[in-house]
T-cell receptor, first 113, second 111 residues
């Protein structure tokens, strides 16, 4: 399978704990995006990388959120001191630099209790 | 941000055509997309259209774009039960790379 992969697929955590998600993009895709989707809503953009550089961050990305893509391949999204409002599906997508299409992974569903 | 609006629900009978509509407000939208999401899954890119096009056809899918009215539609011919899913319209301007999604239209196909 050469699609976008995400790990874990599900995460249950207690409020106040830190969580980290991983995304592996389609190989050779230079751009990597993170989105968040809450129940009954469309995905909302969080941030994107071009290679290892984080080029855009949405206002949704509070100080408790940090994303990295250290070697320009996989990326991690960390949420510190989780809150119940962080419960959502976190989606990763990737594309070529000159590509119009963004391909999404299966998502990581986070539940904060 | 700019709004992307979709009707929330559509029900059709198997074999009929489905038409899912979307309106957007950002006049700088350059790329418009349709994604499909099945329960518990990520988003599958169905098709996209550039703002300088009026129509795009891909097998059972036809996308129509009315740029003047900022209206996009997705027609699915010969709808099958496997087409039951949530369909998202999304737009992207030429100045950014983030996709701006609507809330999705839940399509139910009945036998």
């Amino acid at each position: 399978d050469t699609g976008v992969s995400q790990d874990p697929r599900h995460k249950i955590t207690k409020r106040g704990q830190n969580v980290t998600f991983r995304c592996d993009p389609i190989s050779e895709h230079n751009r990597l995006y993170w989105y968040r989707q809450t129940l009954g809503q469309g995905p909302e953009f969080l941030t994107y990388f071009q290679n290892e550089a984080q080029l855009e961050k949405s206002r949704l990305l509070s100080d408790r959120f940090s994303a990295e893509r250290p070697k320009g391949s996989f990326s991690t999204l960390e949420i510190q001191r989780t809150e119940q409002g962080d419960s959502a599906m976190y989606l990763c997508a990737s594309s070529f630099i000159r590509g119009y299409e963004q391909y999404f992974g299966p998502g990581t569903r986070l539940t904060v209790t | 941000g700019e709004d992307v609006e979709q009707s929330l629900f559509l029900s059709v009978r198997e074999g009929d055509s489905s038409v899912i509509n979307c309106t957007y407000t950002d006049s700088s939208s350059t790329y418009l997309y349709w994604y499909k999401q099945e329960p518990g899954a990520g988003l599958q890119l169905l098709t996209y259209i550039f703002s300088n096009m009026d129509m795009k056809q891909d097998q059972r899918l036809t996308v129509l774009l009315n740029k003047k009215d900022k209206h996009l539609s997705l027609r699915i011919a010969d709808t099958q039960t496997g087409d039951s899913a949530i369909y998202f319209c999304a737009e992207r301007s030429n100045s950014g790379y983030a996709l701006n999604f609507g809330k999705g239209t839940s399509l139910l196909v009945t036998p």
